[in-house]
């Protein structure tokens, strides 16, 4: 099997390259793909070249991690020479024609798939991984989610100013914000994307769309506070959900529990430090929620660059191709 990836000297870009090779999938060809500026670059031997429609010759997998207007651009593009796209951009999420896949929890929609499947947003997938068991229990009236995201969400520029305002501070001088509209060190800002016209942002937005559509609940009311907090890596939500029916926290910890993807903490609770490059994602802290009744609240955590990203995309492909995962 010959694979791409775009985007390929990125964070996610090089998380895909690792798993491709962790979970023993079957490349025969891997082709490192990115912009024009970063032709010629090695990484682990192998050289970039550039992404451009006749890079997909003969690919019969491309995993794109780069720009939505790049995806718009290529992604047709490398499905019209023969190759399945999954797309970690926002480019296709809203698509109709293009499914939009959490493998744990809407695999049957990749029948549909016409070449390309949408991976969803990071904070998403944690968010719908930790309903998606509850709905087994109780129907979803109502979703309230705060996120605190990790710098590495906004890519490696980010890492590199958490890094130096850091290394600034401690040397007593004044920390400089470029990447983010404020300093990060030692500080905690609720921006994650731009703020639209009704006070949300984007990535706010996102969450509410793109779970509406993972869950099927189109009408599904969902309000998200989403927040950049100053963690290398991994994203963290506390979540409210209200419920058509009470659900004690000792069923729903039983429901996630015996759920794909989930590690359960029953006598403690997760941070982004126990998820940071692992797969599965983390929840803790069931308890009957105070505003909601019935409803739960619990918190969770996930390596954003893995099952947010990565994995996520990487368990798609293995779904449409048939391709068995090596054991971990």
């Given at each position: ?49 550039e992404a451009t429609p006749e890079a997909f010759e003969d690919i019969d997998l491309a ?75 109780a129907a979803i009236r109502r979703v309230i989610v705060c996120s605190y995201q990790a ?57 509410r769309d793109e779970l509406r559509r993972i869950l099927e609940q189109p009408d599904l ?108």
């Open positions: 099997m010959k694979v791409a990836i775009v985007g390929a000297t990125g964070a996610v870009g090089r998380e895909m390259k690792a798993l491709l090779a962790e979970r023993g999938f079957p490349v025969d060809e891997l082709r490192l793909l990115a912009s024009a500026r970063s032709v010629g670059a090695q990484v682990d031997g192998l050289t970039v070249q995993l794109f991690s780069a720009s939505s207007d790049v995806a718009r651009e290529l992604a047709p593009a490398a499905r019209d020479r023969g190759a399945l796209v999954i797309d970690n951009s926002s480019a296709f999420r809203a698509d109709p024609a293009c499914p939009l896949v959490v493998p744990e929890i809407n695999a049957e929609t990749l029948d549909a798939q016409n070449g390309i499947v949408a991976n969803p947003n990071c904070s998403t997938i944690l968010l719908a991984m930790a309903l998606a068991p509850l709905r087994k229990l710098v590495s969400g906004a890519g490696a520029a980010a890492i590199d100013e958490l890094r130096s305002q850091e290394a600034a501070e401690a040397a007593g001088n004044s920390p400089v914000a470029d990447v983010f509209p404020a300093v990060i060190a030692h500080n905690v800002m609720p921006w994650v994307g731009d703020f639209g016209a009704d006070g949300y942002s984007v990535e706010e937005t996102k969450i009311p969902v309000a998200a506070t989403c927040v950049r907090v100053p963690v290398w890596r991994a994203h963290a939500e506390a979540i409210h959900v209200e419920l058509d029916q009470p659900v004690d926290p000792a069923s729903a910890a039983d429901a996630f529990r015996h759920a794909p993807g989930i590690v359960l903490h029953e006598k403690d609770f997760p941070t982004p430090r126990d998820a940071a490059g692992k797969d599965p994602v983390h929840i803790g802290r069931i308890r009957a929620d105070r505003a909601f009744d019935p409803g739960l609240a619990l918190w969770c955590v996930m390596d954003q660059l893995r099952k947010g990203a990565a994995l996520n995309a990487i368990q798609i492909a293995e779904s449409v191709l048939g391709v068995a995962a090596r054991a971990s």
